[in-house]
């Protein structure tokens, strides 16, 4: 039995605008499940709704089995963190972390008890006479934390209860929040708007957009096997390059006037059968993450040209190259110390994200000679240089594909809808 | 002395403060001279509302002679405040007594205060808190409300309080002094203001019930605007003339409003010997309390509620 259980989820607000639509997710005991996505995507809503603080306009919330859709927040045991904590700011640390046992009418002896437990859980045991405005920001975090898992809550819910910690205590908190979920073990349902976070703490992750599951699975398999294109963008950072290509009669894969050989198999991926069989003559979005684009050894030459030049110029010269080779000119170079992100162009259309306002037309009338369609992740002693040309071996192993109508990735067994997709995707 | 010298030194830190939070008046597009003007405009305001009560603060220790005879504005003997004040507690000409109608106003202005605030502050949260069938309309009614004039209301208020026997009751004072539309106006807009949706929800998921999470979340976060209300409607019960001058006909239920009108009437008629020292005697008792009262609220109004309680 799950410990929560969301059954085609549905909230349409009174205005017509539909928050969440149709979502279906389990949430075993123990697990810890992140559910991701930009912001607006009705995740948090998604939330409110298991919380028992947003009406459901259709289908079912199960807490323990038991459907709660008309039970009152007070008597779901549940315990929540708020994305701005909401603490009582009246009462001191003890009392914010005890309210939820007086309210059960838990004895002050026993209480105490439960509320130093708690405190010492979370490193409060100095604080727990002071109130709310003399704590740090961390600190607060921590109480709003130790109000809801003093109760031993068999559900834990929160609501992006990081984003309001700069970027250092962020990363101690991540850590802190699975120790204590370790400790404690109840079910957790984690919003946030930072796939990093969900990758991170996430057992299982569930993509959120548009009011609508993208995928559910475990982290790995989401960043490996991304069921369509919004997954494949949100997922891993930097972002998966995306580009429209064409596969010609001779199983090649043709991106602007650059051709990727596929070794002549049109069946290149492990575990994937026949994915782009039939597709011949027919176009195709080809992704590849930044880490899969190896810097051809000794390949690098100088682009004499400015920022016009591109691969386009020398057809031949890409043809030459050989299986699993793409030409790029190198834009700008990011040294992050332990990698090097190195911003590319490359002469093949970058499939567009609807999402995205500014075409790649708009950027190149911005920044001209700057505009770029592609992030290649290196060793950090690579020496490559802004204005350079290089070519990245591609093993056609690790190459996604998908559809450009549907947006569903090519390959999968049956090519399923990402709604169906996300229920079991993890077992694959 | 440690007490005194840390309240001085905080005062000074207080004072420094402020001088640092202060802005060039420049900076609000205002010009230097402009500042001078409106603080002179603001001193002759303050001298305007505070001559009567000099005027009457230096009268109430001056015989009936000596009123309208010396110099408004200054003292004169004999000395007769404390002759005058002892009047006060007297039976004039068997018209009443003025500490009776003391009694009586402030009988009536705290049960009819304190219920207009409790009521202003339950309506005000719930209007701002939870949405429910009719919600608006009730809030649009309860404002149209303030813009009745209560002497629209007088015949069929008088005949109601007779069908009702509320004449001569206290409940006919106090029941409609506890309705307050601008208590339920400005509770609503500081609820709206200062408690906020998510400590409602967490106090929920913390398994409060509505009443708990009122008094114990909503309510200490309210103070402020609570103290607000009460203020404003103990002095509209005080200062209420109209409604007890409507429902009451016998002296002893009086009010100082009806009380003292009572005696200015007398005053102007008979030509008593001691009657306007003890109005403007009385009229100086009267005022002193709700003084009293302001002074002590005072400390509620302040700022920072909700430090620390919501991340932004």
């Known amino acids: 039995m799950s410990a929560i259980g969301l059954e085609n989820l549905s909230k349409v607000y009174a205005s017509g605008v539909t928050a969440v639509s149709g979502l279906s997710l389990d949430v075993d005991e123990g697990e810890f499940v992140a559910l991701v996505g930009p912001s607006g995507c009705g995740k948090t809503t998604a939330l409110r709704m298991v919380a028992g603080l947003e009406t459901i306009t259709s289908g079912t919330v199960r807490l323990s089995g038991r459907i709660v859709n008309d039970v009152s927040p007070r008597v779901r045991d549940i315990g929540m963190v708020f994305q701005n904590y909401a603490l009582y700011p009246h009462l001191t640390v003890a009392e914010n972390i005890g309210f939820a046992l007086a309210n059960k009418g838990v004895p002050r002896k026993e209480r105490n008890r439960r509320v130093r437990e708690a405190a010492a859980t979370l490193g409060l045991q100095d604080l727990l006479g002071r109130k709310p405005r003399q704590l740090s920001g961390g600190q607060r975090q921590r109480v709003a ?12 819910l929160m609501d992006e209860p990081l984003s309001n910690l700069d970027a250092k205590l962020r990363v101690q908190m991540r850590a802190e929040i699975l120790r204590v979920h370790q400790a404690i073990g109840s079910a957790t349902l984690y919003v946030t708007h930072d796939q990093v976070e969900a990758m991170t703490m996430g057992d299982r992750i569930a993509v959120l957009s548009g009011g609508r599951l993208q995928q559910y699975g475990r982290p790995r398999d989401l960043y490996a096997r991304p069921a369509n294109l919004f997954v494949a ?23 602007g006037s650059q051709r990727l050989a596929l070794g002549g198999r049109p069946t290149p991926l492990e575990g994937r059968p026949a994915p782009l069989e039939g597709r011949a003559g027919r176009p195709v979005i080809v992704g590849v993450r930044p880490e899969d684009l190896l810097l051809g050894p000794g390949e690098t030459t100088s682009s004499s040209g400015s920022g016009s030049a591109s691969a386009s110029d020398s057809d031949s010269a890409s043809d030459s190259l050989g299986a699993g080779t793409l030409t790029a000119d190198v834009r700008v170079v990011e040294p992050l110390g332990s990698e090097v992100h190195a911003i590319f162009s490359i ?11 500014a075409s790649a037309e708009e950027t190149d009338d911005l920044l001209p000679g700057l505009a770029y369609n592609g992030v290649a992740r290196l060793d950090p002693r690579t020496a490559v240089r802004p204005g350079e040309r290089v070519t990245f071996r591609v093993d056609p192993a690790r190459l996604h594909f998908f559809d450009p109508t549907t947006g569903l990735a090519i390959g999968w067994p049956g090519d399923r809808a990402p709604d169906q997709a996300g229920a079991r995707a993890d077992s694959a | 002395m440690t007490v005194r010298t840390s309240r001085r030194e905080r005062r000074r830190q207080a004072r420094l403060e402020e001088q640092e939070q202060s802005i060039p008046v420049e900076l609000y597009g205002l010009r230097r001279g402009t500042v001078p003007l409106l603080t002179a405009l603001a001193f002759l305001f303050a001298t305007f509302t505070l001559i009567p009560i000099a005027w009457i603060l230096i009268n109430s220790t001056k015989t009936q002679a000596n009123i309208f005879e010396t110099f408004g504005f200054w003292f004169a003997r004999p000395f007769d405040f404390f002759h005058t004040f002892s009047l006060l507690f007297q039976n004039v000409d068997g018209y009443g007594t003025y500490i009776q109608w003391f009694g009586n106003t402030a009988l009536y202005a705290v049960i009819g205060g304190v219920g207009a605030t409790a009521l202003s502050a339950f309506a005000g949260y719930g209007l701002a808190r939870f949405r429910f069938r009719g919600s608006r309309v009730a809030f649009y009614v309860i404002i149209a409300g303030l813009l009745v004039p209560i002497t629209a209301l007088t015949i069929p208020l008088y005949l109601t309080y007779a069908k009702a026997h509320l004449i001569n009751s206290i409940w006919g004072m106090v029941l409609p002094s506890m309705v307050s539309p601008i208590g339920v106006y400005l509770m609503r807009t500081y609820a709206e203001i200062s408690v906020p949706r998510d400590l409602i929800d967490a106090a929920r998921i913390d398994g409060g019930g509505e009443l708990r999470i009122f008094f114990r979340v909503a ?13 404003i409607s103990v002095v509209a019960v005080w200062n209420n003339y109209f409604l007890p001058l409507l429902i009451f006909n016998i002296n002893t239920k009086y009010p100082l409003t009806v009380g003292l ?29 709700l003084i009293a009262l302001f002074l002590v609220l005072q400390r509620y109004w302040r700022g920072g509620m909700l430090l620390g309680s919501i991340a932004n």
């Open chain 1, 347 to 357: 002469d093949a259309p970058a499939a567009v994200d609807p999402d995205l306002t």
């Open chain 2, 219 to 231: 309510l200490p976060l309210m103070v402020p605007g609570v103290v607000t209300v009460l203020l």
């Open chain 1, 233 to 255: 963008r949100f997922i891993g950072s930097p972002e998966m390059n995306l580009y429209q290509a064409t596969l010609d009669d001779s199983g090649d894969l043709v991106l």
């Open chain 2, 261 to 289: 009108g009572l005696w200015s009437g007398r005053a102007v008629n008979s030509g008593d010997a001691d009657l306007y020292p003890m109005l403007v005697m009385g009229g100086l008792v009267t005022i002193i309390p």
């Open chain 1, 145 to 156: 934390m130790g109000r809801a898992i003093v109760r031993e809550p068999a559900v834990f």
